[in-house]
């Protein structure tokens, strides 16, 4: 059975080029606006290992976990990812997701993820390190509806983030 039709694959595979770099980060994006844990683990190895903040989650019970706990505490989230680099089975992005914590106040996270991926395009690593900014409502540059955001709201670059 070749990759692309062995269970659980998660196309594009690597070797990744710009473009197929480019689609997964994208994927990324929209599955983690979803906000839904169980869908977003399906990405991942059944070993992963994350590095996120404080936070060490190995596997996708784990990941479920964190991620159950993340969205119930960031509450409106909505995030955008950018390609920064990529080589062979390797990628790096930018990203920045807004949220409102339980008081009303708003943040804006910025941060840094270093991903690697095995042969059926599932991801083996993801370290990530993120710094939170607290913002004012009326400074919020991500207003698109809950889900995916739309193929025309501008991406990072374009926001000047």
């Known amino acids: 059975m070749n990759q692309m039709t062995q269970p659980g694959a998660r196309p594009p595979l690597p070797p990744f080029t710009r473009e197929t770099a480019i689609q997964k980060v994208r994927m ?3 599955a983690w606006n979803t906000r839904d844990p169980e ?6 190895t059944e070993d992963s290992r994350w590095r996120n903040r404080a936070e060490f989650p190995v596997g996708r019970a784990e990941i479920v976990a964190f991620l159950q706990r993340k969205w119930a ?5 909505r995030l955008i990812k950018e390609l920064w680099a990529f080589a062979e089975n390797h990628i790096a992005v930018r990203f920045a997701y807004e949220w ?6 708003w943040f804006r996270s910025h941060g840094n993820e270093n991903w690697e ?14 710094n939170d900014q607290p913002i004012r409502e009326s400074d919020r540059k991500f207003h698109w509806p809950q889900g995916p955001r739309p193929a025309d ?7 000047g983030l």
């Open 73 to 77: 505490r960031e509450l409106e989230y």
């Open 28 to 30: 990324a994006e929209d």
């Open 117 to 130: 991926f095995d042969e059926c395009g599932l991801m083996r690593l993801r370290f990530a390190s993120i």
């Open 153 to 159: 709201h501008p991406g990072l670059s374009d926001l």
């Open 100 to 105: 409102r914590a339980d008081a009303g106040n």
């Open 39 to 44: 869908r977003v683990s399906l990405a991942y």
